[in-house]
Structure formats: structure tokens, C-alpha cells
């Protein structure tokens, strides 16, 4: 029964009233609203926390961009994310491992590039893909770093 459907049951039930239209519910929904759902429910299902999804790359960005999976059985869904869990933590970036090389904080990286925290934040955990950002802002990660464009990359 959807979520409508049992309202519908409780309140006649309840009251002794039925509701004469039809129980809907759209079919179509956003990515953004599929990989949350998605997101909790593989956190449900495994009981595992959502701290630890992320740790092996189970995060917003990584799972929309398998958003394909929505017209699939669930258990797709569940049998990719238990591969990237099987896999564990994910290993540090190019731009972390080169950073740190060069005995870089993200903050000295931030100055020398004149981009934002949050950025290198995101890029250096997978959750932004540094291959798709604007070729300037690889181009000023690489310079500040001292590589090129394409050490930065995976």
C-alpha cells in the first residue's frame, strides 16, 4: 500500500468514509528526490551509517550520476553500492596526494589558486568530479600545485 493508500484505509477505518477519487501518486520524480530516497534507503536496508556510505564514495553526486538505476529494480541499486562499500574507503585523490607532496594545507592551496575551500573540500572527497570543473579553475589548481592539468586528473 502507498503512503496515500494507507491514509485512505486509516480514515475509513476510522470515520467510515471513503474517498471516491482515486489514489495517486506522480511517477516521476526528480533525480535529486530518487537519490535521497535511494541514498536512505541503502542506509536502512544495511543498517549502515550515512558517515560510512561517504567514506567509500556514496555521496549526493556520485549516486545521481547513476540515476539511470531509478527505472531498475532496487536491488541494482543495492548490489552497486554494496561493491563500493566491499571496496571501502576510497584512496585520496591526485589533487590531496599532490597537495600534500608539495606540503600544502587546502588553505595554502586555496590562497595560491584564488578558489574557494569548499571547493578543494569537495573535489579532494569525490563529491565534485575536478574533471569537470571550468578548465580555469584546473588550470589554477595545477599552477599553485606546480603540475599539470592532467596530474591532477584520475
Wanted: glycine share 6%.
Amino acid at each position: 500500500m502507498s503512503g496515500v493508500e494507507l491514509a485512505r484505509e486509516v480514515r475509513f477505518r476510522v470515520a467510515g468514509e471513503r474517498i471516491g477519487t482515486p489514489a495517486s501518486q506522480p511517477h516521476d520524480k526528480s533525480p535529486e528526490y530518487w537519490t535521497g530516497w535511494i541514498m536512505a534507503y541503502y542506509q536502512w536496508y544495511r543498517s549502515v551509517r550515512f558517515a560510512d556510505m561517504a567514506a567509500c564514495g556514496l555521496v549526493h553526486s556520485t549516486v545521481i550520476a547513476r540515476y539511470i538505476y531509478h527505472e531498475a529494480d532496487v536491488s541494482k541499486f543495492v548490489a552497486l553500492a554494496d561493491e563500493a562499500m566491499r571496496r571501502g574507503p576510497e584512496s585520496p585523490t591526485k589533487l590531496a596526494t599532490l597537495r600534500r607532496e608539495r606540503g600544502m594545507t587546502q588553505r595554502d592551496l586555496v590562497r595560491a589558486a584564488d578558489v574557494s575551500l569548499r571547493m578543494v573540500q569537495l573535489y579532494e572527497r569525490r563529491q565534485n568530479d575536478l574533471s569537470k570543473a571550468a578548465a580555469s579553475v584546473a588550470l589554477r589548481l595545477a599552477h599553485a600545485i606546480g603540475c599539470r592539468v592532467e596530474d591532477l586528473l584520475e
